[in-house]
């Protein structure tokens, strides 16, 4: 184990080839570092680190990570308030001279990567396993390896939505994620196709690929996560060359009366007309 510089939220520890971050857990933690729990940051994924005057009395240390190394940054893309920097190290004033010292320490195992431009794979793990969470239109979920789903809510969704029906994506068909966060205005996740299909901008609430967000639906430390971890499946998906197709399997008799049942439900409200109504639900029935 390394030397251990404990701060407000979070201890890094310094290992001879990487800083382990570990978030504390608890009510004033923010609550994405609460769900990041721990990361390993190689040197190797690290452009720089400063130190700074905080706030109320602390100073700052900060690690900048390199260009394309962490999944999480990448899909965050410039987003993150600065209290739920998962770099940031916020130290009590008078522990400034330590800070000092591990800053220093820390440039000095940067130096052999001192002229890399950005990176070419991801350096940092992704959060780990399955993972869902509730937006305002649907529930996404997120298998952990090679597919992500859909599936649409009544109360939310639109009806381009429901005429479309639960969606289920593979890893491997797909080239890129767009992060908006719930804390801007229009917050949303959008899975983006290597097909081609999303080369006319569609609207968020209107488009398939995507689930948009609202207040308490689709929050950064759940949203987040999720995001990064299709991002880094996305790229090991395309690292790897595929040895088989895979057949699609069939659907859920359950999930798929349950569809016909909304799909009738806007046929009644006059949101969907005879002949949409005639044609998906033929369609929802061939895949029985």
Do not use: C
Request: net charge negative.
């Amino acid at each position: 184990m390394g030397d251990v510089l404990a701060g407000i939220h979070a201890t890094w520890e310094f290992e001879s080839d990487a800083v382990v971050i570990r978030f504390e857990r608890g009510i004033r933690t923010p609550k994405l570092l609460n769900a990041l729990r721990e990361r390993r940051v190689p040197h190797e994924a690290l452009a720089s680190v400063t130190l700074t005057p905080g706030k109320r009395g602390t100073v700052v240390l900060h690690a900048v990570p390199r260009d394309g190394a962490d999944p999480l940054v990448e899909a965050a893309a410039g987003q993150l308030k600065e209290g739920s920097d998962p770099y940031r190290l916020v130290l009590p004033a008078d522990r400034e001279t330590l800070a000092e010292y591990y800053r220093d320490e820390l440039r000095a195992a940067l130096a052999p990567y001192a002229d890399l431009g950005p990176a070419d794979r991801f350096l940092v793990a992704a959060p780990e396993g399955p993972q869902s969470f509730k937006a305002y239109d649907g529930k996404a979920s997120f298998d952990g390896k090679a597919e992500v789903s859909f599936r649409w809510f009544w109360t939310g969704a639109s009806s381009e939505k429901w005429k479309a029906g639960d969606q289920t994506f593979r890893v491997r068909d797909l080239s890129g994620v767009e992060w908006r966060s719930p804390e801007i205005l229009d917050g949303y996740l959008r899975l983006v196709r290597r097909d081609g299909h999303d080369a006319r901008p569609v609207q968020p609430d209107h488009d398939p690929a995507s689930v948009v967000f609202g207040l308490g639906y689709g929050p950064v430390h759940e949203s987040l996560p999720f995001a990064a971890s299709v991002l880094a499946a996305i790229r090991d998906s395309s690292e790897r060359v595929p040895v088989a197709v895979q057949a699609v399997p069939h659907r859920d008799p359950a999930g798929i009366a349950e569809r016909i049942r909304h799909l009738g439900e806007l046929h009644r409200a006059g949101l969907v007309t005879d002949e949409e109504f005639s044609a998906k639900k033929a369609e929802l029935l061939a895949e029985l």
